[in-house]
């Protein structure tokens, strides 16, 4: 069974970065395509962007288009999202999972990130 360790969350200014990194545990993820959501309070968990298994194509959603970048380094079971330009509509936590699509794959989540952007 897969285990997802997110971080590098912390609270920030707006217009500055971060990069976030999730670390699985008992599965090898080198061929698996990875993605990151996020869940705002009171809202609903989002899809924010994917990358295959190879690290050869990665995808986005619109609002984070640009601006966010998914990369992966299989030789540490660890895939990356950094975050440029952040605004405080991006504060949410983030949570890293497979992906099939924008949609998640696996059924456990780890225990996410928390990240909190101030104006």
């Known amino acids: 069974q897969v285990q997802l360790v997110e971080s590098g969350g912390r609270l920030v200014q707006a217009g500055t970065s971060l990069r976030l990194s999730c670390t699985a545990s008992?599965?090898?993820?080198?061929?698996?395509?990875m993605g990151w959501f996020r869940q705002a309070p009171g809202e609903e968990r989002e899809f924010v962007a994917a990358i295959v298994g190879s690290g050869s194509g990665s995808y986005y959603s619109s609002s984070v288009e640009g601006r966010f970048s998914i990369s992966r380094d299989n030789t540490k079971n660890t895939v990356y999202l950094q975050m440029n330009r952040l605004i405080p509509e991006d504060t949410a936590v983030y949570y890293c999972?497979?992906?099939?699509?924008?949609?998640?794959?696996?059924?456990?989540w780890g225990q996410g990130t928390q990240v909190t952007v101030s104006s």
């Open positions: 008992g599965r090898t993820l080198g061929t698996t395509d």
């Open positions: 999972n497979k992906v099939i699509g924008k949609a998640p794959a696996w059924d456990d």
